[in-house]
């Protein structure tokens, strides 16, 4: 089944506890992509990548980090958690950039809450 | 700037009766339109898409949506709304340039009343 798989689904931890959320997509996507999603503000862009080893910042990356080693795997990475990352936060997927009308796959999201 | 709005954070409806959620968007240059649907506890799904043509787009579960140039709009509709389509549902529109970002609205609460 074509999927974008995430977790944990749910982690609860606190402040300065680093973290990784894993995300792994199995469609041979090249453009994958980390939103967040608070409430009044739909979705908002962290990070994406076009390709292998290719990243870069959306609308909110402060706080966070991404690696891209491998095709199917988009990490995102919290050096220090703080409160104001307590979000919901989607993993997505995409075919070839080139082809700029093609709908995003999403992950099932990671509710995350930082004390 | 891409930007699209939803002006309703709550459509309620009985069931059995149509329905329509509005979204009106700001674009330079074609717009690239996206609806998804959130069921509770559950990631986006892709319900539909507007790049060219028909202004009238079919997509799952029933729901199409109307594009319009005039009023910048791209309502999604359906004839006849189910229970079990109550959802949070997100316009979006493709940012141009290269970064396939998609930017969303705040979304809209429906609720389906049997």
């Known amino acids: 089944e074509a999927q974008v798989t995430q977790n944990p689904r749910y982690l609860i931890t606190v402040t300065g506890k680093k973290l990784t959320v894993t995300c792994s997509q199995n469609m041979n996507h090249e453009y994958m992509s980390w939103y967040r999603q608070d409430p009044g503000l739909g979705l908002r862009q962290i990070y994406y990548s076009m390709n292998v080893e290719v990243t870069d910042k959306g609308d909110v990356p402060e706080g966070y980090k991404v690696s891209r080693k491998e095709k199917r795997n988009f990490p995102l990475i919290l050096e220090s958690p703080s409160p104001n990352q307590t979000s919901l936060y989607f993993c997505?997927?995409?075919?070839?950039?080139?082809?700029?009308?093609?709908?995003?796959?999403f992950g099932p999201g990671t509710r995350l809450t930082v004390l | 700037a891409q930007s699209v709005a939803q002006p309703e954070d709550q459509v309620n409806v009985a069931e059995g009766n149509p329905l329509t959620v509005k979204c009106t968007y700001s674009?330079?240059?074609?717009?690239?339109l996206f609806w998804y649907v959130q069921y509770p506890n559950r990631g986006l799904q892709f319900l539909l898409k507007y790049i060219t043509g028909d202004n009238l787009v079919k997509g799952s579960y029933g729901f199409e949506a109307e594009f319009n140039k005039s009023q910048t709009s791209f309502h999604l509709k359906k004839p006849s709304a189910l229970v079990s389509d109550s959802a949070l549902y997100f316009c979006?529109?493709?940012?141009?340039?290269?970064?396939?970002?998609?930017?969303f609205g705040t979304g809209t609460l429906l609720a389906v009343q049997p």
């Open positions: 979006a529109v493709r940012d141009g340039g290269a970064t396939n970002k998609l930017i």
């Open positions: 997505a997927s995409s075919p070839r950039q080139g082809s700029s009308y093609n709908e995003q796959f």
């Open positions: 674009v330079s240059g074609n717009p690239y």
